[in-house]
DNA sequence: AGCATCTACTACGTAACGTCGTAGACGGCT
DNA sequence: AGCCGTCTACGACGTTACGTAGTAGATGCT
């Protein structure tokens, strides 16, 4: 139910519920209650649009991402070997991408 | 109930209780039970022992933790965005264990 | 044969999640 | 004013995972 990410900016839940229509069969109330849980679980952001609510990512899906390797990490025990190992399943790729975004932290740190 | 990678090597059903029996008063069956469903996971591998069965874990913590972290980043959409706010996240001390993990592995792979 | 040990299977409570319905509030149209 | 559509709030049900545990039955030692 997280391709909510994949539209762009704050919904509806009857816009929501109309680009969904064509992949899902939904009720709208049950992407009411997604919306509803989603936002309780602070994943997603609500202003008043009139009567209706609007409802936005409060992270984008990438974020989530990082926050859920953070939490992986956490409970590693030994941080050192958890990365050696998880640097050791990348693709080279990813190496590179992560190679990239180090770099680009230290030099926006110092 | 996953302090049984805290134990070493591959315990019996019996081993995990005893050793349980300080912290926690868990029923022997609790414990099989547990065993059991992470063996049906394959978190956990089995051997005969005669009658008993001996459990040792399938990988360590920090191999799960990377599986985990993998895992996250391949729901990600962007990698590499992803991939920026996670080095983003982490302490310094992490970056560094990180940088170091990928010279590693640039080292045996050439 | 009898007893201890161990497994397999079943069960129960709780929690999260996807799914949905009903009830009620609010505002526009006639 | 009265009806109708739209939206929310809240509750409900099935499923799955998980922690906990009991019972039944196999197996092996003495």
Known sequence: MEQLWAADGALTVREVHERLAGTRDLAYTTVMT?????????????????????????????????????????????????????????????AALLRDALARLEAREG
Chains 1, 2 share one sequence.
């Open 34 to 94: 997604v919306l509803d849980r989603l936002a309780k679980k602070k994943l997603t952001e609500r202003e008043r649009d009139g009567k209706a609510w609007r409802y936005k990512a409060a992270a984008p899906r990438e974020e989530m991402a990082a926050d859920l390797m953070r939490d992986a990490l956490d409970r590693a025990g030994d941080r050192r070997e958890a990365l050696v190992r998880f640097v050791g399943q990348v693709s080279d790729e990813e």
